[in-house]
């Protein structure tokens, strides 16, 4: 069968993801179902029946280090496509399998005519460090023998990620010759940065025929037999980001599917292990825990990272590392501790406008591709955004009073003090007492929170906010941040920083309440603009003042109202901006959509507040939105139509997934819930609340990290809300409600 090409370019759609790098994405991949394999900065999609399909505009493909490094992987059964039976991600997210048989072969009463369903294929994938594994294993169940072609048709576009998401590029480098040797194919490509990336692939048994596009393997299946056919496909390179490599031990897919289940398991005992009553729930906390597992990153250092997302960020996010670390902090210390170490190694140390760093600022994103290396994009170590140095602050002191460490605290000390200092000169440039964004760069992000898409900052009859802005949830990150990192600075005899960071955090409530407040909606404005100006505009980012105390009391009280009201709240979740707004659109990327990381804040945020069934409200929606999508944990947004009866709801184009805070937002909302808090110093677990909703009958807890101890419980519903019962404890803890 000949190869085949696509005649033309698919229909595609403009999908903004932050202000001027956006996603086209493929109508046909709108279509397509996909699976995913990530393993620290490598992943994979393949279409469900465990193709990657050569459709240039779609994720599809084996990516490492922002590039694709292989575009194509196609299996014809004698010249035809395999009729689809299943397929699925293992439990561990260590393997897909896909099974298959083959499709009607031949002419109907022929001699060479071979009917459908006379051949079982299995295939299976698993995703080693830098290399794929496939083994697919044939299976004739005719009462006679069976002559088949097996065909693999594969390429290697060597793209950009950012190439994938849209971007075009006025000239690429070049591929170079191709070396072809048995059973092994070598493509490679000299990038415009001068640095060759290479893949090989390689079959376990040579072919029957090979070149550069395909390789033919001629097999006699005899009645019963089983035949097993491996390939190799490794990513390599001599650039910087390759030679830090260490190659994966496997030397097959048996091997490699060992080394890749022994990694996750050895993951998984750091966790907290959260069982409950309910199976669907259970299911979906224990799936959020393999999503973050499969995505942890180990640095070059010996450090280790949790990737913000596959496909469009499987990379280093601060935001999204220090937002995912929090919300898993108390069932997984050592995530926040990791994350810490590594931002800390990457704080600014200078001022370069073309990244968008000044001295203590904290990164907002690491690329590696060579898009990123040539500064065709200025993502290779940007800094452009305004909330990960506050963030930052506030997971060191929340991490420092969970684990009651000490140690890490003075060692990471220098590193805080560069990130007051930021706050304090770069943030706060004008000394209003408000940290602002204003682009530096003009080939930057616009906007620096984390709604980032162009047109996502703006005043009620829509124009656009003028910067330099003041977000309202960067006021909160900061307030949080003056808070949590004075009282590490008492415990360090460092008095004089906890008093300055006391008075900054007082002076900014007392001012936040003036400037920010909207009296007539019973909202927190949306952020200040450069004269000033509050955007009177009914968004989610409000919520995020309430889960760090900048707002409370009656305030609270009716932010919370205001976020549950119909317009706000679309069944699902609540929306990132109010249905009654200009720019409203359900499909938007931040106006109008849902976002499970949001919508966690808002729990906790709900919670501080007393509002606890709103908690429940909002933990509720996610839960039957998870089920509904068929996930193992949540995506990264869906898209924020109302909820009718027996539909569920609309999934988001090209949301990632998984996706790294997103999977985390049960566990914030599990904290929220609960009413929980784990003091390090103080060896306790405090529960303010403990509600349990009425779907739930219990919850256990085991293996519970407190400073140098352990604690394992159970909380049962009950008429006044849960009783606790404390199965093992060590180290001296205290549970207290």
Not at 26 to 46: K, T
Not at 177 to 192: A, N
Not at 505 to 533: C, P, V, Y
């Amino acid at each position: 069968m000949a190869e085949r090409r696509a005649t033309t370019a698919p229909p595609q759609t403009v999908v903004k993801v932050g202000s001027d790098y956006y996603v086209l994405a493929s109508s046909l991949g709108s279509r397509r179902a996909s699976q995913v394999l990530a393993n620290g900065r490598s992943f994979a999609v393949f279409e469900t029946a465990g193709d990657i399909i050569d459709s240039p505009l779609e994720a599809l493909g084996f990516f490492y280090s922002d590039t694709r490094h292989l575009s194509r992987f196609e299996v014809l059964i004698s010249g035809a496509e395999p009729y689809f039976l299943n397929s699925y991600v293992s439990d561990d997210r260590a393997q897909f399998r896909a099974t298959l048989t083959n499709a009607d072969l031949g002419k109907l009463g022929q001699k060479d005519w071979l009917p459908r369903n006379s051949i079982r294929a299995n295939r299976g994938w698993v995703l080693g460090d830098t290399a794929l594994f496939h083994r697919l294993t044939l299976h004739n169940y005719l009462d006679a023998a069976v002559e088949i072609e097996i065909d693999f048709y594969y390429a290697v576009d060597f793209a950009d990620v950012f190439e994938v998401r849209g971007l075009r590029r006025k000239r690429r480098g070049e591929m170079l010759s191709p070396s072809v040797d048995g059973s092994r194919v070598e493509l490679r490509y000299r990038g415009l940065d001068d640095a060759v990336r290479s893949t090989e692939i390689h079959f376990d048994a040579a072919p029957s025929e090979i070149n550069e596009s395909r390789a033919v393997f001629a097999l006699r299946l005899e009645p019963g037999e089983n035949r097993e056919l491996e390939c190799r496909i490794t990513a390599g390179g001599e650039s910087k980001s390759y030679s830090s490599i260490t190659p994966s031990r496997a030397s097959n897919f048996g091997e490699a599917l060992a080394e890749r289940q022994s990694e996750l398991a050895e993951f998984r005992r750091e966790w907290a292990v959260i069982s409950a009553s309910n199976n669907e729930f259970a299911t979906m906390i224990r799936g959020a825990g393999v999503d973050l597992t499969s995505i942890v990153a180990r640095g070059d250092r010996g450090d280790a990272f949790i990737m913000a997302g596959v496909p469009w960020f499987a990379t280093l996010f601060g935001r999204d590392s220090i937002i995912t670390a929090l919300s898993v902090l108390p069932f997984h210390p050592q995530i926040a501790v990791r994350t810490l170490r590594t931002l800390a190694r990457l704080q600014g140390e200078s001022v370069d406008v073309a990244r968008d760093e000044q001295p203590g600022k904290i990164v907002h994103e690491i690329r590696t591709g060579e898009m990123a290396a040539l500064g065709e994009v200025p993502f290779g170590r940007y800094y452009g955004s305004v909330d990960a140095t506050p963030l930052f602050l506030w997971l060191y002191g929340r991490c420092i009073e969970c684990t009651g460490d000490l140690q890490l605290a003075d060692e990471l000390w220098p590193n805080v003090e560069r990130a007051i200092e930021w706050i304090e000169r770069w943030g706060d440039r004008d000394g209003d007492g408000y940290v602002k964004y204003l682009r530096e760069t003009p080939r930057g992000l616009a906007n620096q929170g984390w709604k980032d898409s162009a047109d996502a900052i703006f005043h009620h009859d829509g124009q656009l906010a003028r910067p330099p802005i003041a977000l309202a949830e960067v006021q909160g990150y900061v307030y949080a941040a003056c808070m949590d990192v004075a009282s590490v600075a008492s415990r360090l005899g460092r008095d004089s920083v906890a008093d300055r960071l006391l008075t900054r955090a007082a002076a900014l409530k007392q001012s936040f309440e003036r400037d920010f407040w909207l009296d007539r909606e019973g909202m927190i404005a949306l952020a200040l603009d450069a004269d000033g100006r509050p955007c009177r505009v009914m968004t989610s980012n409000g919520a995020h003042c309430l889960a760090t105390g900048l707002v409370d009391g009656d305030r609270a009280a009716s932010m919370c109202k205001r976020l549950l009201a119909d317009d706000m709240y679309s069944g699902w979740g609540i929306r990132t901006l109010s249905g009654k707004e200009k720019r409203y659109n359900p499909m938007s990327y931040h106006n109008g959509s849902v976002w499970p990381h949001d919508n966690a804040m808002a729990a906790i945020g709900l919670a501080r507040a007393g509002d606890h069934a709103g908690v429940l409200k909002v933990l509720a929606g996610l839960f039957e939105a998870s089920e509904k999508l068929s996930s193992s944990s949540l995506p990264e947004l869906f898209c924020g139509f109302r909820r009718e009866t027996g539909l569920g709801p609309v999934p988001y184009p090209v949301a990632c997934y998984p996706q790294a805070w997103s999977a985390a937002s049960v566990f914030m909302i599990l904290q929220a819930m609960l009413g929980m808090r784990v003091l390090g110093f103080e060896r306790r677990v405090l529960f303010d609340s403990h509600l349990i909703p009425s779907w739930l009958d219990w919850l256990s807890i085991d293996g519970l990290s407190v400073g140098a101890g352990r604690v394992s419980f159970v909380l049962r519903r009950s008429p006044n809300g849960a009783a606790i019962e404390v199965k093992e404890k060590s180290g001296g803890v205290r549970v207290e409600v």
